[in-house]
């Protein structure tokens, strides 16, 4: 079942050194995304190599947001997270959302070169993270 595939590569994948922020039950937040975000799968050799979820439910603000990204370690640097990411910036545009935010740590130089490349702008110094925002 999906939910269980996202809670193991969730946890097999997680950790703040590699960029994700903590997450204080893993299975409360697999619940919350399942239940509230739109989240979209890549599938390697039959098991789920990586996920992106995204929250468009703030249509007052028509506002999306990225809660996560990750790709298991075994296809990193692959394009992978190239995809997720353009698919759920099209998702949106087709929406008609108007912006696109997400917090990245700020040690996290990889995702943060990802973003940047999407056309995301630091909008704000959170502490320990950027808050990020494209225009879509
Ligand atoms: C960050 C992450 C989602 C990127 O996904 P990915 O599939 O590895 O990345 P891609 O192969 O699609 O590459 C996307 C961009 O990331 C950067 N990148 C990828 N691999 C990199 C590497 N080894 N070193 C530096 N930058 C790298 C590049 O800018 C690359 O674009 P380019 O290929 O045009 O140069 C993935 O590495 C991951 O899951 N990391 C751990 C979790 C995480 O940090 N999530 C983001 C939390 S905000």
């Known amino acids: 079942m999906i939910r269980e595939d996202i809670k193991t590569l969730l946890a097999e994948?997680?950790?703040?050194?590699?960029?994700?922020?903590?997450?204080s039950d893993?299975?409360?937040y697999v619940d919350k995304i399942c239940r509230n975000a739109s989240v979209i799968c890549s599938y390697e050799e039959g098991k789920?190599?990586?996920l992106i979820?995204?929250?468009?439910?703030?249509?007052h603000n028509i506002l999306g947001y990225l809660?996560?990204?990750?790709?298991?370690?075994?296809?990193?640097?692959k394009g992978l997270g190239k995809i997720l990411l353009e698919?759920?910036?099209?998702d949106l545009?087709?929406?008609?959302?108007?912006k696109y935010r997400?917090?990245?740590?700020?040690?996290?130089k990889k995702a943060f070169k990802l973003y940047t490349k999407y056309g995301f702008v630091v909008l704000e110094d959170r502490g320990n993270v950027w808050l990020m925002e494209v225009d879509l």
């Open 93 to 98: 545009k087709n929406k008609h959302f108007k």
């Open 26 to 28: 893993l299975n409360l």
């Open 102 to 108: 997400l917090e990245v740590l700020k040690q996290n």
């Open 53 to 59: 979820a995204y929250y468009n439910n703030d249509t």
């Open 13 to 23: 994948n997680n950790s703040t050194e590699e960029g994700l922020i903590e997450l």
């Open 67 to 77: 809660t996560v990204l990750v790709i298991a370690r075994k296809y990193r640097s």
């Open 87 to 90: 698919s759920s910036l099209q």
């Open 48 to 50: 789920l190599s990586g």
